[in-house]
């Protein structure tokens, strides 16, 4: 299957599938291949990555460099402050930074990594300077509640939350402002680091219909209106099998099975978060 974009507010379109770079960059020894794993991921059309300042402290940033090296205009390229970072002063700053080390001179998505102390006034008009002056194009959020959402005053494009089967805290409100307010949701950690997969109703619902318990996780994540998913993936079996979980269709009877092994919300909860 082709892949599929979720239209941002503006009209810039972003790849439903991406890959996510948490524990990249950690080690020298794995660099490599975490590149090449990226590099087939862009070839497969996953043309989106997501990292941060944090992961590998700039690490992964640094992978990432060497992944769209001579490919930038084919990446929507997405990174995030620390919330310590966040004031008006070191927002600019950990953005030049960030962009140093994946060798491009624009993000296409910058994001608030979690809520900290200083006000969010203040990072979004450092949010607001950056765009001017063109090293980012959107602004978002990430770890955001609704009421956090709500403080913000403004619609950012985009707020990355836990989201997969065992996580449906979100389905309750954060899923639906999201929707309502035309803002785009970034599932991250969309099979639960792996921990998903040792599910019994899982890996019997992926026997059945001969796929991997991995691509049955994505695929439900995948088929939520308004959802982006973001699987970090370092081998390069997983990318493909990752890519693959775009072209299946969840049946009626499947989509009924796992709603039973893994229940929707039937309350508010506090947003959970890894
Ligand atoms: P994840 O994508 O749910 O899981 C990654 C793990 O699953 C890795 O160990 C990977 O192994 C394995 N895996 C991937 N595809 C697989 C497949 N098809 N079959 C079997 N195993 C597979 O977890 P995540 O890395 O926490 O989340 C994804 C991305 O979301 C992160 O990398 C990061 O970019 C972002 N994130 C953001 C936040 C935030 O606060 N905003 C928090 C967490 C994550 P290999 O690597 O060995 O292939």
């Known amino acids: 299957m082709t892949m599929r974009f979720l239209e941002l507010q503006g009209g ?3 790849p439903v599938l991406g890959l996510g ?3 990249m960059g950690e080690r020298t020894r794995d660099a490599a291949g975490e590149v090449k794993a990226l590099k087939l991921g862009l070839d497969l059309g996953m043309s989106l990555i997501d990292t941060a300042e944090m992961y590998g402290e700039g690490g992964a940033e640094t992978v990432v460099r060497e992944a769209i090296a001579g490919r930038r205009d084919e990446v929507f ?3 995030k402050v620390l919330p310590q970072n966040a ?3 070191k927002t600019a700053e ?3 930074a960030s962009l140093k080390r994946l060798g491009t001179d624009r993000l296409d998505l910058y994001l608030l990594h979690w809520r900290g102390s200083i006000p969010l006034a203040e990072t979004l008009e450092a949010f607001a300077a950056l765009q001017r002056a063109g090293k980012i194009r959107h602004w978002g959020v990430s770890n955001f509640d609704t009421s956090e959402m709500q403080q913000l005053g403004a619609a950012p494009a985009a707020n990355q939350v836990l989201y997969n089967l065992t996580r449906r805290g979100i389905e309750w409100d954060v899923l639906p402002w999201c929707a309502e307010h035309r803002v785009c949701v970034m599932a991250y950690s969309p099979i639960e680091q792996g921990r998903i997969l040792r599910n019994r109703t899982l890996a019997r619902l992926a026997r059945e219909r001969g796929c991997s318990a991995a691509q049955l996780a994505l695929a439900w994540v995948l088929s ?3 959802v982006v998913a973001i699987p970090k993936a370092a081998r390069l079996e997983h ?3 990752n890519r693959a979980a775009l072209d299946i269709v969840l049946s009626g009877e499947e989509r009924a099975a796992l709603d039973a092994a893994f229940p929707p ?6 947003l959970e978060m890894l």
């Open 12 to 14: 810039d379109k972003f």
């Open 224 to 226: 939520r209106d308004g």
């Open 77 to 79: 390229l997405v990174s």
């Open 239 to 241: 990318v493909r099998d």
């Open 265 to 270: 919300p039937g309350a508010a909860h506090p």
């Open 21 to 23: 770079t948490w524990m």
């Open 94 to 96: 950990a953005c030049d």
């Open 87 to 89: 004031s008006r002063k």
